[in-house]
């Protein structure tokens, strides 16, 4: 009898422990909600990627590059098939990844997006990693954003020049 109920206190501590750490890695951003696929894997919660068609497991960071690239789509207009996560760069030869890169139609990079989880602050050191990522990508369009605070940049690779701008364009605009 004993052991009965340790095992429904430990499986209540566990579902008490679950449940903390849900609503704390799934806190509100500051982006549009979207209604993800959600599961329970064994103690870890994963939702479904529709970009990578597969389940993630969900991280703070994870939690925010998924409502930013639902937030691409839904109200940007940014096709999902142009939409790459995660993606593989050499730096400096050491392997890195970037979070969010966007293509156009002629398969040319346009968007680089570097996702923080909502604790993490939007900082100088973030924009120096984005723009060394952009070392390697090249392109004109830089956002980062922890869920909370979002920073779009134009770069003007002819001019050599960036200039920060207020929101990120949608695809018809940006593909211009």
């Given amino acids: 009898m004993k052991s009965k109920i340790k095992i429904q206190k430990s499986k209540r501590v566990a579902f008490e422990f679950l449940l903390f750490t849900f609503e704390f890695m799934l806190e509100p951003l500051q982006l549009p909600p979207y209604p993800f696929r959600i599961?329970?894997?064994?103690?870890?919660?994963?939702?479904?990627?529709?970009?990578?068609?597969?389940?993630?497991i969900i991280t703070p960071e994870e939690w925010v590059r998924q409502h930013f690239v639902q937030y691409l789509i839904n109200q940007k207009g940014y096709p999902r098939s142009l939409i790459k996560l995660e993606g593989g760069l050499k730096l400096h030869g050491k392997a890195r990844?970037?979070?969010?890169?966007?293509?156009?139609?002629?398969?040319?990079?346009?968007?680089?997006?570097?996702?923080?989880?909502p604790s993490v602050k939007i900082d100088q050191k973030v924009f120096d990693q984005v723009a060394r990522y952009n070392m390697?990508?090249?392109?004109s369009l830089l956002a980062v954003s922890n869920g909370l605070e979002h920073y779009y940049c134009r770069i003007n690779f002819n001019e050599e020049s960036y200039r920060f701008i207020e929101e990120l364009p949608g695809y018809a605009e940006a593909i211009l």
């Fill in 39 to 56: 599961i329970d894997e064994g103690g870890k919660l994963m939702l479904f990627d529709e970009i990578r068609k597969k389940h993630i």
């Fill in 97 to 117: 990844r970037s979070d969010i890169v966007v293509f156009n139609t002629q398969g040319e990079r346009m968007l680089l997006i570097e996702c923080k989880a």
């Fill in 136 to 139: 390697v990508h090249k392109v």
